[in-house]
Structures are given as structure tokens and as C-alpha cells.
């Protein structure tokens, strides 16, 4: 037995690193920030260009090459000869840049949230909708368009929005409690279960009502498809506080994030309380996924796969995967909405479908070529 | 400097006991092995002590009860390598090691160029410079048992647990990370309490014993006195010879056919 040892604190810092090993991780670490740095600058492009596409392209207006010149000449200190007319810049600026600037937003909010809901149950088939936001916004929603159309039409707001909002964070905390009552807290698996069966429920009684109010279905289910059309600066506004909120909350977590990777037990001997902050990224990610959800409706599949797409080129920790997940997530779906404008012209083919559509090729296909390189 | 108190701690999952009034001092600097059959409590202790599950007693480092720290500051006193850890495998060994600095880290920091040193140190002192941006998923067993004592040695805790630290491993590789924290014990002053399965490697590297049954210590001491094949046909129910090498004093325990005889 040796006691002669000094502290470890001074001792494991010492000349025993060989200049050698000390090099390696300087290069691994610069390595992977010009690596980041790369994928963070191919996002902001990829978005940029998604939301330049997204504003160009639609029925009416000016011609589409035109759109981006117009662009320039509205930034300060700039002034390009576009061609664009007043009333054809005010397309662009009411009509087509809400609804793109609304995709952008719902887009990287799903998919940082259902990054984060990944991370924290280390699942990776959940979506921002496990625990029951889409289900419950889904209910509130048809309670209000069917029983509560009654009693809100002379209102001067609609609250469709406001109540599916409730409804879907309500729902996610019913999840909580429920789970967390069967001993959820220690383990996220109780809580993915206690979602099913949360989600279930909700959606039978979702099912219920609209099986006795059959003259709303249709309006209902355009609700619950998911749609970016019609969509306004107000919408924008409504959401833009919580989307910036939550992925403010989800960006400060991602080193949390890549401690949860290696287990519960292991994060809690690491010095992090789990259940804290388990409930601080769960909170945070339904919060964003209420607010959009209750605007835009269900949109499914970004959620779930633009952070694996994302993991699949840029690799899996979350300090890229997060900011990625909003970048790719929020350029995707104003590319996945220019097509849904586009294929059926004039009819809108539902934005879920193209997600979808669109999606899971692309993933299979990223899953193939990785499975053979590596 | 970092002695371990362990006054009547108990364990029960849902009433039933799983250790019962284990009090002992370990020394700084010291390493005790563990024993005793499958489900007497030796990982329920381990897993005590790092706090992931709730006991009765008094746990105490240096007259620092546990029970009043706050979760970082545990982890920074104790480093626990689990019996089966949860290996991501695309996760690079140097995002692992660096996983370790996190008692360190604020809550919305990170890692600092003195972190990335201490890294550098341990990848250095456990020769594994070249996997640093390797996949823990193209590691072979043994290479990912040094890179999980890695990540646990990236903590700077004066006291280590070792929960079967080499069930998964063949001989070779046993001796090998025996030898490492071995090594480790002599450089930092480490106190590191193990659970083992092997009775012979657990006599020959580690300064002291407890042997547990069904929750409670049955023996306590140097391997001498607590290998003994009267005890082990009692404890595992095994029928076994011991023989003491008259060189260096080394207990060896050997599996006989047959029963028990006690």
C-alpha cells in the first residue's frame, strides 16, 4: 500500500502527461470545433437558402428569380433594381413570408424537442408528441370546434389556439404524474409508458366526441393534419416567445444531454441530479411543441427524424445535435410546405404527407449507406 | 486523507433487506475486496455509498457525511464504475474520458482547457493515446473496461468503486486491469473498494477483505483468515481446497468436485 502518494487533485495533472498525448487531444479538440463550426455554417446556409426558396416560390406574385433580389433591396443599406411592385412585394411580405418564417420555426422547434425527448429517455423512437402534447392540443381543439363552438362564436378571439395549448401541456403533465407514480422518476421507461397509455386515452376521447359531432370531422381532422397555410405575423408572434424559450433551454442542456447518454446511474454519479433535470428539458421541449402544435397542428415525422438525420452526418453529441436540429429542422420543413404548395397546385397537399414522403426515403437511405461504412 | 466511514448502513428494496448493519473504516489509501455469493449485497453497498440508492446509517468521507452533500460535490469525493456500464457507441473514447469532468463543470459551462489537461493525462497514464477518437463501440472488452476506469479517473475522487470490475473479461485482461488500478493505488493514493467475484485475485490484490451473506459481514480481514474452505463451503456452498503459497503468502482457492462439506 502506498503512502507516500500525494493528493490526487495535484497529482493526476502532472508531468506524466507526455507532450505527445497533450497534443493529440489539442488536435482532437480543434479538430472537432472546425468540424462543428463547418456543420453549424452548413446549416445557416441550408436555411437561409430553404427560406429564400420558401419566399420565392407560390401562385401569383412576381417571378420567382425576382424574389431574392427584392429581399435584398428591403435590407438596410442596400438597394437592388428588382422589378418587384409594391403590391407584389406585399405578397411576399404578408402572405408568403409568414407562413415560411412560421415553418421555420415549427420545423427546428419539432426537431430540437424531439431531440431533447431522445436525449433524456435515451429512446430513439420518441417524438416531441410522446407525452401527449399533440394528443391533448388534438382534444382541446376538437372540444372547442364541436361542444364549445356554441358558446365561443361570439367571441372576439378565437381561442381554438389558446385551448389546445392548454390542453397539450395539461395532458403532458397528467403523463408526468402518472408516470412519475409509478416510480418514472428514477427510470424515463415508466414515463414512456405512462405516455402511451395517456395518449391513448386522450385520443379515444378525441374519437368519442367526434364520432357524435360528424358535421365537424372534416374541420377537425384539417386541424389536426398539420397546415403552415393561412398562417400570419400573428401567428408568428404567438408562437415566436416559447419556440425562442424553449430552444434557449434546450441549447444550455446539451452537454446534460451527452451525460444522460451514458445512463442514468452513471449521470447521477457525475454530479447530476437526473430527475431535475430530466423535468427542466421534458418541460422545456413541451412548452415549444405546445406552442406550435396548437398553431400549426400535428406535423409529424420531423420530430422524429430530422435529429437522427442529423446525428447520421454530423455525429451523435448533442452539443451539435441540438443546433443542427433547429437549423436542418426549420429549413426542411419551409422546403417539405414549398412542396406541398407546389405538387397539387392549386390544392395543398398536406405538409405531414410530404414530411413523410420525403423523409423517410432520405433516412433510409442515410441508414443504409452509414450501415455500410461503418 | 480520504477515509471512508460506514456506520450501520442499511439497504432494503421495498422492505426486504438487501444489507443489514454494515459498519466498517476504510483507510485512505486502502483497498478492500468485496465478497460473498450472487445477491449479498456487495453491489446494493457500492451502489449506497455513490448514492443511487437511499440507506439508512452514516456514510461519511473524512467526516463529510454524504447524506449532506450536494450530488457534485459527492462526485467529486467518489468515482463509481458500475458492474455493467452503459457504453454509447458513438461516443468517442476522449468524449467519454471527457464526461468525468463533469462534477467540474457549472451548470450551463464547459469544460475548461485545465479539464481537457486532466483528460489528456488519463488517456496518457492509461495508454490510450491512440484510441482517443476512436468509437466505444469498436472497442474490445478490455480496452472498454480501461476506458470506463478512464472516465472514472477523469472525477480526480480520492475514492474509487470498482463493481466487478472484471467479470466481463478473460484472464489476460483481469490481471491487466487488476494490475492497472494497482498501478493507479500507487500513483494517486487512491482508496478503492471493489465487489469480486474471483476469491483469488480478490485475495492477492487487495489489502483487505469483507465477506458478506444475505446482507451482513460474516468475515472481515486479510485473505488468510478469511479464505478459508471451511467458510467458503458455508458462504457459496461450494466445495473448494484453499492452499497458501509458501513463497509469497498468496491465497489460492481451488474448485474440487464434489459437494460441500460443512
Redesign the interface.
Known sequence: ???T?????T????E???S???A???E??ATERRREIRWLLIGAVFLVVATIVGASIGPAGPPAWRVPLAMLDHLPFISVDSGVSDSEWNIIWQIRMPRVVLGVLVGAMLSAAGAGYQGVFRNPLVDPYLLGAAAGAGLGATLMLTTGRDVTTDWPIDPVQLVAFAFALGTVAITYSVGASFGGRRSGATLVLAGVAVVSFATAVQTFILQRNLDVVREVFQWILGRLSGATWTDVATVTPYVAVSAMVLM?HR?HL??F???D??A??????VRRTRLVIVIAATLGTAAVVSVSGLIGFVGLVVPHVV?LMA???YRLVIPLSLLFGGGFLVLADVLGRQLMSPAETPIGVITAFIGAPFFIYLLRTRQVAG | ?SALTLDAVEVAYGGRPAVTAFSDEIAS???VGLIGPNGAGKSSLLRAI???VPSAGRIAVDEEALADL???????L???V?QE????D???V???VL??R??Y?GY???ESA?D??????????LRL?EF??RFLGSLSGGERQRVVIARA?A????ILLLDEPTSALDIGHQQQALELVTEL??????TVISAMHDLTLAGIYT?RLVMLDAGRIVAAGPATEVLTAERLGEVFHVCVTVDVDPDDGAVVVVPRRGFPVT
Open positions: 500500500m502506498s503512502t502518494a500525494s493528493p490526487v487533485d497529482d493526476v495533472v502532472g506524466a502527461v507526455t505527445d498525448v497533450m493529440t487531444v489539442d482532437v479538440v444550455l452537454r451527452d451525460v447518454r451514458v445512463g446511474d452513471e447521477a454519479t457525475l454530479g447530476v441530479s446525428r455525429g451523435a453529441s | 486523507m489509501g486502502e483497498w455513490v448514492g443511487l450536494e450530488p457534485r460535490r459527492r462526485a467529486q467518489i468515482a463509481y458500475p456500464p452503459l457504453i454509447p458513438d461516443m468517442s476522449f468524449e467519454y464526461l468525468g463533469t462534477p463543470v450551463f459551462g464547459a485545465h481537457r489537461r486532466v483528460v489528456a493525462s488519463v488517456i496518457d497514464r493515446g482517443a477518437q479517473l472525477q480526480e475522487a480520492p493505488r500507487e500513483h494517486s493514493g487512491l489489502d
